[in-house]
């Protein structure tokens, strides 16, 4: 019997970037990872696998008594079986367990995994049990590497910006939590992350960092410029003109839109800049990762884009910066009119200078594409990746069966997309992408589309991604799976019909417009889920069978063509026989998210 000893992958590309961070609101948190062995694994030779949390950080919050505190780790390998471990801890309050506390490696037992590749997915999912812990308690957890992910020791703040709603959080151990004047929250981010809008009139306010003093920085985050306009991406920018300034923003420099790293050290009358432009024209629309750095020990200022040094130079100023304002996101300063307009994810800020290889790594966190979607030994049914132009294709090829989807319509091939292209559908009465044949759904489905929302469609109910009885009256059957926007309601979601008796899980609110998100609907045969990019947002209980004999696949309306139509940009459009489980719908959206080819970053890997 083969004994293996893996190692969650933190900071590397083999890692997806939930295992970065998670939101909860009960005390648990699940993180997906991906499992690297030095060869090939043998399915029949894998039985017992000790999962080593080598960089593994658990940052307990509120905790009381915590002493009191059981930690229960469960491991869930797609398409193998695992058992679970438990540990009793004793905890600091608002400490942190470290691999120290841990162990070595926490063993779990694993067996049928049912692969040969060099690659096991799953999650770890983290239980705190707390006689002061009740269902209504907030808890918020970390998960991430003290050393390679996060460099916690000089993190001052770090705002992936991944909340659906309220106040944006600090996912450091500092808890610079900050307001959110009226940026808009659950877009598609960069790398995993979900990311904020900002449409030139809005900021992410953060407070207390003026306790901070500042002998060196760095600034990085992701950002996703739709205008063309000098504007702010991180700033703490001083509240007089001889105050302490530092940041990072992206403006017009010899005509391109580039980004620059900025600081004043406050000594001279009024404002004096020492400011640091990049190369690289970041107004194209597209995601870029923008770092700057200062070094107060010899002056070193760097601008980086997209994890590579593009511009360096040494300024005479040694000393500290501790600017009496609060530090801005999507802005330069309070009450200015440098105001981002796009989307921005993932906000750093350290108390020190990251070198090269560290910039390199926080980009390579977002970008490296190395998660693989789930695909037919999965259980993929049917994948139209949407890369063709209706124009001069009849069909949208199925990348995993005969199931081709039949243009009908007006459909227009679309640069603005997750990967490769997308389709553009404007709402007309006779747009819809249809397959005619059924799949063999009984008891368990998924369906998942990306979406980019642009305005109401001809009626109230549009419909992104439906399989539906072809044969019931106004396509409205007894058997029927859908994702849709109400927009007379105010309210999206998705619904299971089986057998006459339904059920919808809805989120209350209009669905996100003018950017991409991706939606996902998983029906285990008891439970409907709502995901939202990669996050579980509403579950409902629904049991039954469901006949699809006569059912249809139909992206951008339902299966008769006759109303529900979309007024959108779609992309990727997948239907699994099977019930997705919350690790198998994070790789779909990492790997959208992402964006590099997925096969040579494999080959590369391998």
């Not at 997906?32 to 696998?49: A, G, I, K, M, W």
């Not at 620059?260 to 690289?280: A, Q």
């Not at 039954?544 to 779609?570: E, M, P, Q, W």
Request: aromatic share 10%; hydrophobic share 30%; glycine share 10%.
């Amino acid at each position: 019997m083969k004994r293996r000893k893996f190692f969650l992958a933190s900071g590397s590309a083999l890692l997806g970037s939930t295992g970065l961070y998670s939101t909860i609101q009960n005390p648990s948190v699940a993180v997906d990872f991906t499992l690297e062995t030095t060869d090939q694994v043998d399915p029949s030779n894998v039985q017992d696998v000790l999962i080593g949390f080598s960089k593994f950080n658990l940052y307990p919050k509120y905790i009381e008594n915590s002493e009191l505190a059981t930690i229960t780790i469960k491991v869930d390998i797609d398409g193998g079986k695992t058992e679970q471990a438990e540990s009793k801890l004793s905890l600091t309050d608002r400490g942190k367990i470290t691999k120290s506390d841990l162990g070595s490696a926490v063993p779990i037992r694993v067996s049928d995994v049912g692969t040969s590749n060099a690659f096991i997915y799953g999650s770890v999912e983290i239980q705190i049990d707390h006689p002061n812990i009740t269902d209504d308690y907030r808890q918020r957890f970390v998960i991430g590497s003290s050393d390679v992910q996060l460099f916690e020791s000089d993190l001052i703040g770090w705002w992936p910006l991944s909340e659906y709603s309220g106040s944006a959080l600090d996912y450091s151990s500092n808890e610079n939590d900050s307001s959110v004047n009226q940026a808009e929250q659950g877009f598609a981010g960069k790398g995993g992350l979900q990311a904020y809008r900002f449409d030139g009139s809005e900021e992410v306010e953060i407070p207390n960092i003026s306790a901070y003093d500042i002998n060196s920085f760095t600034v990085s985050s992701w950002v996703k410029i739709k205008s063309k306009t000098d504007a702010g991406i991180i700033s703490n920018y001083g509240t007089n003109s001889n105050d302490q300034h530092y940041g990072i923003r992206y403006g017009s420099n010899s005509g391109d839109y580039v980004p620059s790293v900025y600081y004043d050290d406050g000594e001279s009358t009024g404002y004096d800049f020492t400011i640091l432009y990049g190369n690289t024209d970041i107004g194209d629309g597209e995601w870029h990762h923008v770092a700057g750095t200062w070094d107060g020990e010899n002056g070193e200022v760097s601008i980086y884009v997209d994890g590579v040094r593009e511009n360096n130079s040494t300024d005479d100023y040694q000393g500290s910066l501790n600017p009496s304002a609060d530090l801005l996101i999507g802005n330069d300063a309070a009450g200015s009119h440098s105001y981002f307009n796009g989307l921005i994810c993932d906000c750093r800020l350290y108390e020190s200078a990251l070198d090269d290889g560290e910039i390199t790594e926080i980009y390579n966190q977002g970008s490296s594409d190395t998660v693989k979607p789930p695909a037919v030994s999965e259980g993929g049914a049917v994948y139209w990746p949407l890369n063709e132009d209706p124009s001069t294709n009849s069909e949208a090829n199925d990348e995993w069966s005969d199931k081709n989807g039949t243009f009908y319509g007006d459909i227009q091939n679309a640069s603005n997309c997750i990967r490769g292209s997308a389709v553009r559908f404007t709402a007309s009465e006779d747009q819809a992408i249809r397959a005619d044949q059924n799949v063999g759904i009984s008891n368990e489905a998924t369906m998942s589309i990306w979406i980019d929302v642009r305005g109401k469609g001809d009626t109230s109910y549009n419909r992104y991604i439906t399989y539906d009885d072809s044969t019931a009256t106004n396509g409205a059957g007894d058997n029927e799976m859908t994702i849709f926007w109400d927009a007379d309601g105010a309210q999206w979601g998705c619904s299971v019909e089986t057998q006459g008796s339904g059920v919808r899980c809805l989120i209350p609110e209009n669905v996100p417009k003018s950017d991409w998100i991706h939606a996902s609907a998983v029906w285990n045969g008891d439970e409907l889920i709502l995901y939202q990019n990669g996050q579980e947002r509403v579950r409902k209980q629904k049991s039954g069978t469901f006949d699809d004999t006569n059912c249809k696949l139909t992206v951008g309306n339902r299966s008769d063509i006759a109303t529900d139509h979309v007024d959108a940009y779609i992309d990727g459009a997948r239907l699994y026989d099977k019930a997705l489980s919350k690790s198998q719908i994070r790789r779909i959206y990492l790997y959208g998210t992402r964006g590099s080819n997925l096969q040579s970053e494999i080959e590369k890997i391998r």
